[in-house]
Every structure is written in structure tokens, then in C-alpha cells.
């Protein structure tokens, strides 16, 4: 860890113990990495004392969430297992660790890329698509597999291969890693990661004929004022003026509205209608530094 990840972390940890004074320094640690610092002072042993409440057990909210700086803690958080009301729009509870189909695997079959949280409106005209970050930012973006520029890992229904293939290519540097994966031109905004997202919300629209005709896909990003996530926060704003401008006439051929946006996490929260869930506003405050 550098030291602004250690200072993040810490003012996380203090602010988690404001707003829950239950919990104490001796409920911090971890099994799964005994030795690790980082994981023994910002891990905690029950996961459910990261979160605003218990989750209910069919829900999947993926690895990690014992983590002070876990994005998928903070989006339950954020959203809760129940319905609720986001711009002014009713929807259903959220579905955790989402799937939509992006390209084959080896075996032929459908490999799938994962969002954080999808929500589907209750009168069936919208749906949300939501991945989030708290710190991932800190670190480099993932590599692109080569698959991604194979046409025939592409399933049979997109068309538009050429379109995604050519974008992939503006955000991926010529010289590959030791695993053959195309290494990503930008410090710290994960476009590769957005692009996979819209390429396989665009074959569910091909795909389906059930899905709500207004998409928004939404990059929910914690900020924290340092270079780090100024550096995000403009490579953000790029890819998504030229996201917007490519892939949107393709959803609309397909008869979809589409839009991917990018929010902060104070953004996003002020989307949303707390008035019959004040405590859980409360709790937020543990993100606000």
C-alpha cells in the first residue's frame, strides 16, 4: 500500500466507527490473510459489520465485502435489498452481481461480464446497470484478453463486432503482458472494463425482447480529492463523451435508448429518496470525507 491508500483507509475505518460505535478496533482483522497488514487493520471479521444490514441470504454480493474499501459494500449500502426511488422513478430491489452475455468462452458457450447491481423500474420502461468503485482507482486498469478482438469469440447476434473491436483499440496500448493481454493506454480509468459492460448489455438488447427500453449504464465512483482520482475522474469524462457518441446510435437501431454516465458516489446519492430510509442516510456518512 502507498501512503494515500493508508491514509484513505484509516479515515474510512474512523468514519465507520463514528456512525457505528458497536463496533470496536478488535472486530478488525482477517483469516483469509493472516499476515497482511493492510487486511488485518481494514478487514473485518463479520462481514455484515461493514454493511448497513444483513443481506439476505440468496443475495450475491460478490468477494470482499468484509473490506473497508470493498465498491460492493458500498453499493449495497448505497441501494439496500428493498424497493426504492431513484430520480424520481420506482423500482424493484436491486439484483447483486448481475450478468449479461459479452462474448464465447473456450467451450463455445456464453461468457459473461458481471455488474455490480442492475435495477429494473416497476412499470418496466427503465432499467439501471451500476458498477461501482471506491478505490479501485488507485490502481492500473486491467488488461484487454485478446478474445475481445476475435470475431469469433463475438456472439453470433452482434453485428457491430467491427464497431466494438475498433473502440476496444483506442484504449489499448500495442505491447501486451506476460499473459498476452493487451495492456490499457490510460493511468487510471478502467474503459476496457466499461467497454466489455456496454458490449454485453448491447447483445442482452439483441438478445431479448424483454428488456426495458431505457438503459442507463452508471460508473458509481467513489472521490477522494488527491492526483489519483483527479487523473480518473478526467480520463472518466473522456470515455464517456466518446462511449456515448459511438455506442448510443447502436442501441438506438436496436430500439433502446442508451446512456452511460459517470456519477460520484454524492452524485448518485442525491438520486436517491431516503425519505422512508433515514437511518440508512445516516449510516452513508460514513463516506463522507
Not at 435489498?81 to 430520480?87: D, E, F, P
Not at 461468457?111 to 451500476?130: E, Q, R, T
Not at 465512483?221 to 488527491?226: I, M, Q, S
Request: charged residues 30%.
Amino acid at each position: 500500500m502507498n501512503n494515500i491508500e493508508i491514509d484513505i483507509l484509516k479515515k474510512l475505518k474512523r468514519k465507520l466507527l463514528e456512525v457505528n460505535p458497536s463496533i470496536q478496533d478488535l472486530d478488525f482483522g482477517s483469516t483469509i490473510f493472516p499476515n497482511s497488514e493492510k487486511a488485518q487493520q481494514y478487514y473485518l471479521f463479520d462481514k455484515t459489520n461493514n454493511l448497513f444490514e444483513s443481506p439476505n441470504a440468496d443475495l450475491n454480493l460478490g468477494f470482499g465485502v468484509e473490506a473497508l474499501r470493498s465498491s460492493a459494500a458500498m453499493i449495497f449500502n448505497l441501494l439496500g435489498q428493498n424497493a426504492l426511488r431513484i430520480n424520481n422513478i420506482d423500482f424493484e430491489p436491486p439484483k447483486y452481481e448481475y450478468e449479461f452475455p459479452a462474448i464465447k468462452n473456450v467451450k463455445n458457450s456464453k461468457h459473461n461480464a458481471h455488474l455490480d447491481a442492475v435495477l429494473f423500474s416497476k412499470d418496466g420502461n427503465c432499467m439501471y446497470a451500476i458498477e461501482a468503485k471506491l478505490l479501485e482507482w488507485i490502481n492500473s486498469p486491467k488488461n484487454l484478453s485478446p478474445a475481445y478482438l476475435n470475431s469469433e469469440m463475438y456472439l453470433e447476434c452482434n453485428l457491430c463486432q467491427e464497431t466494438f473491436k475498433n473502440f476496444f483499440n483506442e484504449y489499448m496500448a500495442p505491447k501486451t503482458d506476460n499473459k498476452g493481454r493487451y495492456c490499457h493506454k490510460q493511468e487510471r480509468y478502467d474503459a476496457i472494463q466499461m467497454t466489455i459492460h456496454i458490449l454485453a448489455l448491447y447483445n442482452a438488447c439483441c438478445e431479448k425482447d424483454n428488456l426495458p427500453k431505457n438503459i442507463s449504464l452508471y460508473n458509481v465512483v467513489w472521490k477522494y480529492d488527491c492526483d489519483y482520482y483527479r487523473t480518473e475522474e478526467k480520463e472518466a469524462k473522456e470515455f464517456m463523451a466518446n462511449a456515448n457518441k459511438t455506442f448510443r446510435p447502436l442501441f438506438k437501431k436496436k430500439g433502446y435508448e442508451f446512456i452511460v454516465a459517470y456519477k460520484t458516489f454524492q452524485e448518485f446519492k442525491e438520486m436517491i429518496d431516503f425519505s422512508d430510509d433515514l437511518d440508512r442516510e445516516i449510516y452513508l456518512k460514513r463516506y463522507e470525507m
